[in-house]
């Protein structure tokens, strides 16, 4: 079984400050997605990163791919009121695809 | 171009009951991929169909099943209704084969299904 870990499970901080969640696994994936979801809505994909070692930048938001493409990290940089929601991993493999539990952000302004 | 709808949103059933929820995907899209949300697990795998067939499922019973038409409209059942089932089912669309470049699903905002 392919398992995702996302640390961590929650997370609150001040607006303004900086944040990162990682999203791990025993399991190399061919690729991996970062998603947000906001309550009573469905997921909202974000980025995907497929080469390891890769690094996406979206606004203030980097993603990092590992190199041996089982782990990713999500980095916010300045966080905003508007950046709080669930956020979510979720890896491709062997025509599957295995979600992390999420991580929930709540950025106090 | 339309999001991915989902129809109902929210839904009231009985253990024992049957249910059917349904999944408009994005148009052009054939891919159409069915997830279950729970606090406590999170969102797991059920199901995925493209083109018509299923090509992967998750490790659920077999009371759930899905089928998708040839509009790429998707359909999920489940029969026999448990209190574990109560859950945000999610749908989601994408143009090619879910493990496959690039890589990509859109999410519908779920229905909510409560079973008491």
């Known amino acids: 079984t392919q398992l995702l870990e996302q640390s961590p499970q929650f997370l609150s901080i001040q607006e303004g400050e900086n944040l990162t969640v990682y999203c791990n696994s025993s399991?190399?994936?061919?690729?991996l997605q970062w998603y947000r979801q906001e309550p009573g809505e469905g997921p909202v994909l974000l980025v995907t990163?497929?080469?390891?070692?890769e690094v996406k930048k979206l606004k203030r938001l980097t993603f990092q791919f590992g190199d041996a493409r089982k782990d990713s990290s999500l980095h916010i940089t300045a966080a905003q009121p508007g950046d709080t929601g669930l956020y979510l991993c979720a890896g491709a493999s062997y025509q599957k695809v295995t979600f992390g539990i999420g991580t929930k952000l709540q950025v106090i302004p | 171009k339309a999001g991915v709808t989902q129809t109902p949103r929210y839904l009231i059933k009985t253990r024992g009951q049957q249910v059917t929820l349904s999944c408009s995907p994005i148009s052009g899209h054939r891919s159409v991929s069915w997830y279950q949300q729970t606090p406590g697990q999170g969102l797991q795998f059920l199901f995925e169909y493209f083109s018509e067939t299923q090509r992967n499922k998750g490790n659920f019973p077999g009371r759930f099943s899905g089928r998708q038409f040839s509009n790429s409209r998707s359909e999920m059942n489940v029969s026999t209704l448990e209190l574990g089932d109560s859950a945000l089912y999610l749908c989601?669309?994408?143009?090619?084969?879910?493990?496959?470049?690039?890589?990509?699903?859109?999410f519908g905002p779920g229905t909510r299904l409560t079973v008491t």
């Open positions: 989601a669309s994408s143009s090619t084969p879910l493990t496959g470049p690039p890589y990509e699903q859109y």
């Open positions: 399991s190399v994936f061919s690729s």
């Open positions: 990163v497929v080469t390891g070692g």
